[in-house]
């Protein structure tokens, strides 16, 4: 430490200077010990001990912050006040507790040392909180702390001297002293964060922790800068001694920062301490675990953001929603996907702890519980989930996850409840598409104008236009892109148009009828068009029909973009066979030439009417040119072009047939959550409708989260009314996947049947299940594999080791 300068004395305010006292404080700063005790033994004079400059800086301020306790107790048997504060209420005290010296401080305090003075910048010192010192080298180089009011026991916790803390607390320091910013002595604890990254360091920060709150610390009190707890930080370094202390003190666990809104449930799983957002959750009631910052985001979706699986999974356990979307439209479940190492394999770990065994009793009486609670966070909207899901896999092979047993029994059931609603619409259709066509027949026919015909055309449609107009409303973003939406609008409308008359007047073959008529036709034809190819499109929603529906859709897509890629081929051949063949009635124009040419992709040339009438009579080179632009017709178009179409058909098929389940229940989800939306909107909950109706819809919404089905030795066949209606191959499904989590999890069931878990046993437990559930639903029942019981089992093994 270097040495002050001579000229510096002349700056020196005393009246008079006193050398010999700026001579001992400067050899003290400088630690240089022989000198000052010759000083103090030699030559000591009373003044020594007097304050000096405008710090005021004594001796033994000095003494105790360089830790020279032969000093200070010489200073102190030479009459020299231990209490004595220096213009900024730094005292003995202070530097020992400052430098973490637990035997000065116990020194000090047996000496009566007071330890309440707090550290502050007078009037005259401060100047933007900073004091400066032009005329005072003497303490210039002491520790100079924020001068906030804080006690000798606030800088003790700062440094993590628990020590010092614990002789503090005994002789009764005031343990919730504030500064001026509030702030307590605990809420000091653990500032230096790195330093804590030290097992020694950490060990004494807990230490400090639990002194205080032993000594009745306030646990709850907040800062007033950040609006953070001492839990906060607990969360963040993870040390759960110190999270359950403050939360035994009444340390409030939802207390919202100021910055973003984290509360300790926030921090905990964005830093992935798993052990401490255990503890959190044991004291949170699940309703709450949902809570949201100020960017509305959820704990499980901080926890899913950093890829912390084992926080995540606690928060779901726990009942947080992965469908819960934050204030830009992003969910859990799109974190989950773009975050997680494996999503797939993630997804699949919670869905599996949705499947157990509840132990009877009787060991030959075995009851197996399905819960749903992780699909169904929400009462009003069970599909959040499911669609989040469907919405944020990025690819058809991570939708494999709706295969789950537990998915693919929660869809069933949720269809069940709503297919009555389903099959009302298709009633609608039905009405619709039936009346119009025999409206059509008779007016064009028997030129009859059947009444009764028209007002079930002008109910069908009206219910219809309305059901459109819901769903729009409903999810426009969604609706308004679907190309049926638009296709189910334009037929209910033009069937309206045609029931109310809005294009009356006589149908007749003559040539001279009312052109309003014939608007009535154009409307008619498209009306039935469309009416037909919406029925079609909405019995493809069935789960039996479904993928042949979603053939017919992708193998026309495929159709379309080819035309699309290669529509300039066709233009070109039929605008050349317009010049060709202009002779002929098939080619009169471009537009009959362009369906005539789309005709003959199909196979029918008509090649006599082409070649033997049409070129009677015309010249040797224009039949030659004929005959090439048609033998390049059948080799460019009708070989090549068609038969790529029926390529890429027949190996999309071969694709479907490997997705074609996931794309059924991908379409089977969608259509459900549709119907539950429109169901739960607030029309249907108004005190308009009867509370028998409303009490039907919510019965028809929702299905409950849990239901039970047993598995009993002597054909037990006890089981809720929900289980009733689920298919044997499913609870097959379900029955093996719950032994499955059963052995995984080593939990022994009290039979001695099952004790073991030799394979041989599992699988004799799995042929008797699989026995018990064929005698139940009967003989027609087939399994859903069509490999060996025992060697699925031990592929399986081999796919879960592997994995």
């Given amino acids: 430490m270097s040495s002050f300068r001579q000229d ?5 305010e005393m009246n008079p200077p006193d050398q010999d006292l700026y001579e001992l404080l400067t050899k003290m700063v400088n630690d240089d010990v022989e000198s000052v005790m010759e000083i103090l033994t030699s030559r000591f004079d009373k003044r020594l001990l007097q304050p000096f400059g405008r710090l005021r800086i004594m001796a033994v301020h000095i003494a105790a912050w360089r830790g020279r306790m032969k000093l200070l107790d010489l200073l102190y048997k030479n009459g020299a006040d231990i209490n004595a504060t220096d213009s900024i209420g730094r005292c003995a005290l202070f530097y020992a507790a400052d430098r973490g010296d637990s035997e000065m401080v116990d020194w000090l305090l047996k000496r009566g040392a007071y330890t309440e ?63 001026l910013h509030e702030c307590t002595p605990l809420l000091l604890a653990g500032s230096n964060q790195e330093a804590l990254e030290d097992s020694n360091e950490m060990a004494k920060f807990v230490d400090v922790v639990k002194i205080l709150v032993a000594a009745n610390a306030s646990a709850t009190v907040i800062r007033s800068n950040t609006g953070t707890t001492m839990l906060h930080l607990a969360a963040e370094l993870g040390n759960v001694e110190v999270a359950k202390i403050l939360m035994d003190a009444g340390a409030s666990i939802m207390v919202p920062c100021k910055a ?8 905990a799983a964005m830093a992935g301490n798993h052990d401490v957002l255990l503890l959190l959750l044991e004291k949170m009631p699940s309703y709450k675990v949902d809570i949201t910052n100020n960017r509305t985001q959820t704990a499980l979706y901080l926890a899913a953001c950093g890829g912390h699986e084992k ?46 065994i509840v132990n009877k009793s ?52 949720k269809w069940s409840r709503l297919r009555l609603f389903f099959f009302t619409l298709i009633f609608v259709h039905a009405m619709l598409v039936f009346s119009l066509s025999s409206y059509t027949i008779m007016m064009l ?19 219809l236009l309305l059901h459109n107009v819901a769903q729009v409303l409903m999810v426009p973003r969604y609706y308004l892109r679907q190309f049926e939406m638009w296709m189910s609008f334009a037929c209910a409308i033009l069937t309206l148009v045609v029931s109310l008359g809005v294009f009356s007047g006589e149908v007749s073959k003559a040539p001279d009828r009312p052109a309003r008529s014939e608007w009535r036709l154009h409307s008619l034809s498209l009306a039935i068009l469309l009416g037909w190819i919406q029925m079609m499109l909405i019995i493809g929603r069935l789960p039996i029909c479904g993928y042949y529906a979603l053939m017919f859709s992708t193998v026309l897509r495929n159709i379309l973009k080819v035309l699309g890629a290669f529509i300039f081929l066709i233009v070109g051949f039929a605008l050349s066979f317009t010049v060709v063949f202009h002779r002929g009635d098939q080619f009169q124009d471009s537009w009959n030439a362009f369906v005539k040419t789309l005709v003959m992709m199909t196979g029918e040339f008509e090649y006599d009417d082409l070649f033997n009438v049409t070129m009677k009579g015309a010249s040797s080179p224009l039949l030659f040119t004929g005959k090439a632009v048609f033998l390049a017709f059948i080799m460019l178009v009708s070989i090549t072009l068609m038969n790529l179409m029926i390529g890429l058909a027949v190996n999309d098929i071969q694709d479907l047939e490997r997705q074609g389940h996931i794309g059924q229940l991908l379409k089977q989800a969608e259509f459900v959550s549709h119907l539950e939306g429109l169901i739960s909107h607030p029309i249907f909950h108004s005190c308009c409708l009867p509370l028998s109706v409303q009490w039907f819809l919510n019965l028809r919404r929702n299905i409950p989260s849990t239901f039970h089905f047993h598995y009993h030795k002597c054909k037990s066949n006890r089981s809720s009314n929900l289980s009733g209606d689920i298919p044997a191959h499913r609870k097959e499904a379900l029955s093996m996947l719950a032994f499955r989590n059963s052995r995984d999890n080593k939990s022994l069931i009290t039979s001695d049947k099952f004790n073991s878990s030799d394979d041989g046993e599992l699988t004799s437990l799995l042929k008797e299940l699989l026995l018990q559930l064929r005698e139940d639903y009967g003989p027609t029942i087939k399994p859903k594999f069509s490999i060996p019981l025992e060697r699925r089992n031990t592929q399986y093994r081999r796919k879960t080791m592997d994995v």
């Fill in 117 to 179: 003075h707090k550290v502050r910048v007078g009037r005259s010192y401060r100047n933007d909180n900073k004091l400066y010192l032009p005329e005072c080298p003497i303490g210039s180089n002491l520790p100079f702390p924020e001068c906030i009011e804080r006690t000798a026991l606030h800088q003790a916790v700062r440094n993590n001297h628990s020590e010092v803390v614990e002789l503090l607390v005994k002789v009764g320091a005031n343990v919730n002293a504030k500064d």
């Fill in 445 to 463: 026919q028997y030129d009859l104008d059947y009444t009764p015909l028209k007002v079930i055309l002008t109910f069908s449609s009206s219910a």
């Fill in 311 to 356: 926080c995540a999974k606690a928060l779901i356990n726990h009942g947080g929603s992965l469908a819960a979307r934050t204030e830009y439209g992003e969910t859990v479940m799109d974190v989950i996907f773009a975050h997680v190492r494996r999503p797939e394999a993630f997804l699949s770990d919670i869905l599996d702890a949705g499947v157990q």
């Fill in 8 to 12: 510096d004395l002349t700056r020196i």
């Fill in 362 to 413: 009787s060991g030959e009486n075995l009851q197996i519980m399905v819960n749903f609670n992780v699909l169904t966070p929400e009462v009003e909207r069970q599909m959040t989930v499911v669609m989040s899901l469907i919405a944020a896999a990025p690819n058809e092979n991570q939708l494999a996850i709706l295969q789950h047993p537990l998915l693919e029994t929660f869809l069933f059931l």
């Fill in 260 to 267: 973003d809104g984290n509360t300790p449930l926030h921090t």
